[in-house]
């Protein structure tokens, strides 16, 4: 139903939409610290983590940090990316993006088709805040980062009845949390976006920014990236999975 929700929202937001130019980075491996602001024993841990869950379960789980996204919203940017770069295996879907973007405060985690059972909304959330937030607010974003990888292979791991060394089950709150979305809240966003569609009224706002910050600003994709180069390597790439826009996350 979810799934079905964002491609509702998605198709009509892009109704009348200009066409814009996509310049992303190449991935260099399940750990692609853009922002270089990841301590290299970190990195090193996040590493094994992600190719020993990959060669057990064939799940990709990835890590980006960029530097900062100029006005761009972080949640389209982290949903393009993982399109671009096909995370999990195609016909699976089966991949997770966590991605930081550090001038911005902002972080994201995105969940391909094939994990929203396992890391629905609610739960992407609360890993997003319960592991994550904590050592990203002390700008520790290594540390960060880390905890929700060890999370998020957890469960991945749990669910494919594998262990994973490093890993952990998160013990998660129950409790409501801040930020999550309610179900009608997200009809009445749509019945507002078809009236709209319908009358013809959307693809205006669309074009003056009356729709805040979702909207795509200025020149390409290519501007705002800092931090140093994005590299290359031998990583071989992704293996062709897609995200339906699930997943969860915020500033910290």
């Known amino acids: 139903m979810r799934i079905k929700i964002f491609l509702v929202i998605a198709g009509l ?14 991935p260099v491996g399940f750990v692609n610290d853009f922002a270089h602001v990841i301590p290299d024993d970190i990195e090193a841990q996040i590493t094994t983590l992600t190719t020993e869950l990959e060669q057990k379960t064939g799940a990709e789980v990835t890590v980006v940090t960029i530097d900062s996204i100029g006005d761009y919203d972080y949640t389209d ?8 770069w096909g995370i999990g295996k195609k016909g699976k879907d089966n991949g997770v993006l966590i991605f930081l973007t550090v001038q911005e405060r902002k972080a ?4 391909g088709y094939g994990f929203e059972g396992i890391l629905p909304d609610i739960t992407a959330g609360r890993i997003f805040r319960q592991y994550m937030v904590p050592d990203l607010q002390r700008n520790d974003f290594g ?39 309610p179900v009608t809240m997200l009809i009445i966003i749509i019945v507002i976006l ?4 319908r009358s013809g009224l959307l693809g205006p706002m669309l074009y003056s920014g009356g729709l805040g910050g979702g ?6 994709w290519g501007g705002g990236f800092g931090g140093g180069g994005f ?9 062709g999975g897609r995200s339906g826009g699930g997943g969860a996350g915020g500033s910290f």
Request: hydrophobic share 45%; proline share 5%; no cysteine.
């Open 13 to 26: 937001l892009w109704i009348g939409a200009p066409a814009r130019a996509q310049n992303f980075p190449a």
């Open 77 to 84: 940017y982290a949903i393009r990316l993982f399109e671009k």
């Open 108 to 111: 994201r985690i995105e969940v």
């Open 143 to 181: 540390a960060g980062l880390l905890a929700g990888v060890r999370v998020i292979v957890g469960v991945i791991a749990e669910d494919a009845g594998v262990e994973i060394t490093g890993a952990i089950r998160p013990r998660l709150s129950r409790r409501p949390e801040e930020g999550e979305f």
């Open 194 to 197: 078809i009236i709209l569609a």
């Open 215 to 220: 909207r795509y600003r200025g020149g390409g």
């Open 231 to 239: 590299g290359g390597g031998g990583f071989g790439g992704f293996g």
